[in-house]
């Protein structure tokens, strides 16, 4: 059975074509789109969603901030989805602690979201690829500072092959922009996953909050 999804938004006309596009790709069962706050706690209360969207457009920070403690108050279960204005990354670690469990930019896509919404269904979290390069940069910063909660500092190579990891190339790409080879790539690959003790990229973001490295 399909999820269904709530959305916290305006306006109106984008709200309801994208809901619309949702039902139709049969990605949820159902969509309920919601202007303010207070229609959105009523739902939350009688008919708590699986998956709820919000959008940073009609929220101040600190009421996004209320926002979402309300939510978690009323179901600590609910996946929700921010749509943020190109928050820095300690707003997004903010968010994260309130109980988000995905970030989304303002330019962020419809592919995006649709990721988003796969992962969260396997109890992942996940953050567009504009937050994840800026987290990255602040983990190359924390680095250089020699940062007690990595106990073996990435070399300036790891660094650089690790943002163009990040920004989705392959290895063979990476190969030929630092021309090594792809051997080489290989190698550094494993070793910046290995001192990070992460599997993947995703790993890498899931360690820079779970050890406040961008605090």
């Known amino acids: 059975m399909k999820p269904n999804l709530a959305i916290l938004d305006e306006p109106l006309l984008y709200t309801e074509g994208l809901s619309k596009l949702l039902i139709q790709d049969k990605i949820f069962s159902s969509v309920d789109v919601f202007n303010t706050c207070e229609d959105l706690y009523n739902h939350v209360r009688d008919n708590s969603p699986q998956f709820l969207m919000i959008s940073s457009n009609i929220l101040l920070l600190s009421d996004l901030y209320k926002c979402l403690e309300t939510i978690i108050s009323q179901d600590s279960k609910v996946r929700i989805i921010v749509i943020g204005n190109s928050y820095d990354v300690i707003v997004i670690r903010k968010l994260f602690n309130k109980g ?13 979201f649709i ?98 490295i961008f605090s």
């Open 100 to 112: 988000i469990k995905s970030y989304l930019d303002k330019n962020s896509n419809y592919d995006e």
């Open 115 to 212: 990721k988003s919404v796969h992962a969260l269904s396997l109890n992942e979290i996940y953050i567009c690829e504009h937050a994840k390069k800026m987290m990255i940069n602040f983990i190359s910063s924390e680095q250089e500072k020699q940062s007690p909660n990595i106990k073996e500092p990435l070399t300036r190579r790891e660094l650089e092959i690790l943002r163009l990891i990040c920004d989705g190339h392959s290895s063979k790409d990476i190969g030929e922009k630092l021309f090594i080879s792809i051997n080489t790539v290989e190698t550094h690959r494993k070793r910046i996953l290995m001192k990070l003790n992460v599997k993947n990229s995703v790993g890498v973001v899931k360690y820079a909050m779970e050890n406040n």
